[in-house]
């Protein structure tokens, strides 16, 4: 079946939310996602949003966009970390003229606290010099994600936008370069509908799910980035994915820096505030790549303690931060410790190891969202993708906390503004008769399939072993190792067994879509962090310890080859006016 | 640990109506999420059974569900507080449809979600470059009712809900509460009209279910009753 509409929006998070709102009526626009709306992974965001309001203490957008360079260990494009930070004070007001509940300060206005790597110059005339912490996180309780999700869902009932929730997008019509529409099929019926296009906006959100330990939610598959990479477009940075480094022990759940932001301390088994030693001037509250290497590193040097399950964690303590602030300020996940760990925070100290939380790299885009068709920065035509999907590249090697929420609202507006000024003159063209037939015959193979593989031990043992090679730390061997295991994984894939053969609500076949997709990602990460020879961000190598500024100021590029190793390219990063110079908080 | 689970199935390509279906899974531990034993069933036992989750902590709303007589989310409950002595009984949330297995057609509680009006209406245009000013105090009076995931296990917890289908239930009608107490909203009256019909808020015999169901533990019946009180006042 076809259906035609002017735009198609692919996920249903805050990025592709806040895209539709964007879209004119006289336009017709539909929004599909695997999962309903309020459902979205953005929802699990807790800590903060943030951006430079000055409404408890002075600060500007160029603290914000110094510490977001620094913080992307240089690796992030600067021209386009300019336009976020400065239109993060406009993004704010928005969100609280939809209708965002706000905790709030003293007069009334938007309250704001500390978080990871947000820091101000402790004296205004010594820009460069000493920095201090700076109150730069909006925030609403500890459940900022939840209620951003919740606005911009209700503002599109609001704009009576058109939802087809629960169909999973199998593949993007591309013909001679532009993008046409996309293929999907109805989960509950299991029919495929081609949805013809003037614009697509890719917005699934990340993959963390190829993690074994991982905050992302189970729909964290990247199939957004996969669809891309499979149509033979570029991933971009995809070897810099960041392990937020208070996970809760054993289940990955996130426990949100705002717990350091509100005064919290990381504690090893001998009781010692170890961060002093790995970042002296913030602390507990330096970014997450050098937090979550502290912490195996303390693990590593035999200061975790050993769990019940077999793995090291340390202590996040906040004790001493007394009943009210914890209820007031960190009720969700205080409640997570008590609910999964059976720890009490206001007496006990939370056991936490880091989690993979944050894809850096993506579907490599320009500042107006349009997604790039090679390293020289072409376009593809009707084509655009925004939030974690997308590397714009705001985050570079490392992103800090509160810049995902922003980047949501920030490129989801000007990828729906983008949009507009395309609809103006853009038109249907005409759709090759073959479309639609690749996902048939995808979805008629794992279907008839009476393969031996179980998809769960797929997933499981790359989980485990992307984990185990591709982490926090790497290692020439352990990434060849991964690279072979992947090359094994993929063999075996082709031998899965869909062993529900029902048309309804088929949750099977999704699984194998989604591991499918899972390996994708996970060969573009792999072959990624293979190459790049030096340590930046959340992209550490043993064997090269150091950031190379001589030769890796650049992203990467890959190129997904049909039963080949993908082909890498690069793009060289735009320095604007901060210089790179040594990370050290 | 070895334990007893009946989960309450249904394919409608193949089944005249639901049936229950046990299953003795092996090597779970105490600290386990009940969801964590639906997908070692789905993964290692029978990979048709079909069911909601995302998040897998709370947050999203998926995966609601009736467990041994009483709704909650699958991920938010630890098998600790579960008896496993007995079979744990897993049936899908009542008075939906169901789709297949512990999957149900959720749209009719989205629509009612949608009747109370659920964004922010203003007459007032919002001061151009900062926000509208609201007191620390007022925030915190919307954060119990925010803080609601749309995961429907009050709503249809509700026995008003299972004699009447046109009852907006508990979700809908937190959600109005949420924006009538906003002192930034200016549609509190055209909610509280919506709220004061045959199927709106006097349908709301206070009966706790929807309390007791709420994974959020949430105090729906008191919200729900501000508003009674609110409509009251205004006809007086």
Redesign the interface.
């Known amino acids: 079946m076809i259906k035609k509409f002017d735009v198609v929006i692919v996920g249903a998070g805050g990025a592709g939310l806040r895209a539709a709102v964007e879209i004119p009526k006289e336009y017709s626009c539909a929004v599909i996602s695997k999962v309903f709306p309020t459902r979205s992974h953005t929802g699990t965001a807790q800590g903060g949003v943030c951006a430079a309001l000055s409404n408890m203490e002075d600060d500007s957008w160029e603290n914000h966009a110094f510490d977001t360079v620094k913080g992307s260990d240089y690796l992030g494009d600067q021209d386009s970390i300019e336009v976020m930070c400065k239109d993060a004070i406009r993004a704010i007001m928005e969100l609280e003229h939809m209708g965002m509940p706000f905790s709030r300060n003293e007069d009334g206005k938007i309250a704001q606290r500390q978080f990871g790597g947000h820091t101000k110059p402790a004296d205004m005339n010594d820009p460069y010099g000493k920095r201090v912490s700076v109150k730069r996180a909006c925030y609403s309780a500890d459940r900022t994600g939840h209620v951003m999700l919740q606005t911009l869902y209700e503002n599109t009932i609001k704009n009576q936008v058109t939802f087809f929730s629960e169909y999973f997008v199998t593949e993007l019509l591309m013909e001679d370069g532009v993008c046409k529409g996309v293929v999907a099929f109805d989960i509950a019926t299991s029919e495929l509908h081609i949805f013809q296009a003037k614009a697509v906006l890719i917005a699934t959100g990340g993959y963390g799910r190829v993690f074994r330990i991982t905050s992302n939610s189970h729909a964290g598959t990247g199939d957004g980035m996969a669809l891309v990479y499979k149509a033979g477009l570029p991933l971009e940075d995809m070897e810099f994915f960041q392990f937020h480094p208070t996970g809760l022990w054993k289940l990955g759940i996130l426990v949100s820096e705002a717990a350091r932001g509100e005064g919290g301390i990381l504690k090893n088994k001998d009781g010692e505030r170890f961060m002093i030693r790995y970042a002296p001037t913030v602390m507990d509250l330096a970014p997450r790549d050098m937090v979550s290497r502290a912490i195996i590193t303390e693990i590593r040097e035999g200061r975790g303690i050993r769990g019940s399950d077999g793995t090291d964690y340390v202590l996040l303590d906040l004790t001493h931060l007394g009943k009210e602030v914890i209820d007031d300020k960190l009720p969700e996940i205080t409640g997570f410790a008590r609910t999964y760990l059976g720890v009490e925070p206001t007496t006990d100290p939370i056991p936490i190891q880091p989690t993979a939380h944050y894809a850096m790299g993506g579907i490599p885009t320009n500042v107006n969202c349009e997604v790039l068709l090679n390293e020289d920065g072409d376009i593809v035509r009707g084509l655009y993708a925004a939030g974690e999907c997308a590397c714009v590249s705001v985050h570079g090697g490392n992103r800090l906390g509160t810049n995902s929420l922003l980047d949501l609202v920030v490129f989801g507006r000007r990828g729906g503004k983008a949009i507009h000024e395309f609809l103006k003159t853009a038109s249907f063209g005409d759709l090759n008769e073959n479309a639609g037939k690749e996902t048939n015959g995808t979805i008629k193979k794992l279907m008839d399939s009476k393969g031996s593989e179980k998809i769960s031990n797929i997933r499981t043992e790359l989980q485990n072993s992307m984990m185990e090679d591709c982490g926090v730390f790497r290692t020439d061997e352990g990434l060849r190792k991964m690279i072979s295991k992947l090359k094994e994984l993929r063999e075996r894939f082709k031998n899965i067994a869909v062993q529900d053969k029902s048309r309804v609500f088929n949750t099977d076949l999704v699984e194998a879509l989604e591991l499918e997709n899972l390996l994708l990602n996970a060969e573009a990460t792999v072959y990624s962090a293979y190459a790049r020879h030096e340590s930046r961000g959340a992209h550490t190598r043993e064997d090269f310890p150091v950031r190379d500024d001589q030769n890796w100021m650049k992203h990467t590029f890959a190129f997904w080859k049909e039963d080949q190793d993908p082909e890498l390219k690069f793009k060289p990063v735009v320095v604007t006016r901060f210089q790179p110079m040594e990370r050290k908080y | 640990m070895d334990i007893q689970v009946k989960i309450l199935r249904y394919?409608?390509?193949?089944d005249n109506e639901p049936y229950y279906q046990d299953f003795n899974v092996k090597g779970v531990s105490e600290?386990w999420?009940l969801l964590d034993v639906l997908h070692e069933i789905?993964?290692?036992y029978?990979?048709?059974l079909?069911?909601?989750?995302?998040?897998?902590?709370?947050?999203?709303?998926?995966d609601g569900m009736k467990v041994n007589g009483r709704n909650r989310l699958a991920c938010?409950l630890?098998l600790k507080y579960i008896n496993t002595k007995k079979p744990i009984v897993i049936e899908p949330l009542p008075s939906l449809p169901i789709?297949?297995d512990l999957?149900v057609d959720?749209s009719s509680f989205?629509n009612k979600y949608?009747v109370v009006k659920?964004?922010?209406i203003t007459n007032t245009p919002?001061p151009p470059?900062?926000?509208?000013?609201?007191?620390?105090e007022?925030?915190?009076k919307?954060?119990e009712s925010?803080?609601c995931?749309?995961c429907a296990c009050c709503t249809t917890s509700c026995p008003s809900t299972w004699t009447n289908e046109n009852y907006l239930g508990p979700a809908a009608m937190l959600k109005a509460y949420?924006?009538i107490n906003?002192t930034?909203?200016e549609g509190a009256d055209e909610r509280l009209d919506i709220l004061d019909t045959p199927d709106g808020i006097w349908r709301c015999h206070t009966i706790f279910n929807c309390i007791e169901a709420c994974p959020k533990e949430i105090n729906i019946t008191w919200h729900l009753s501000q508003l009674k009180k609110r409509i009251s006042s205004r006809e007086m």
């Open positions: 394919n409608p390509e193949k600290d999420r789905k993964w290692n029978d990979s048709s079909t069911f909601r989750r995302s998040c897998a902590h709370g947050i999203c709303g998926s938010a630890l789709i297949k999957v959720m989205f949608e659920p964004y922010l919002p470059d900062s926000e509208r000013i609201q007191s620390n007022d925030a915190e919307l954060f925010a803080k995931i749309l949420r924006f906003d930034r909203d």
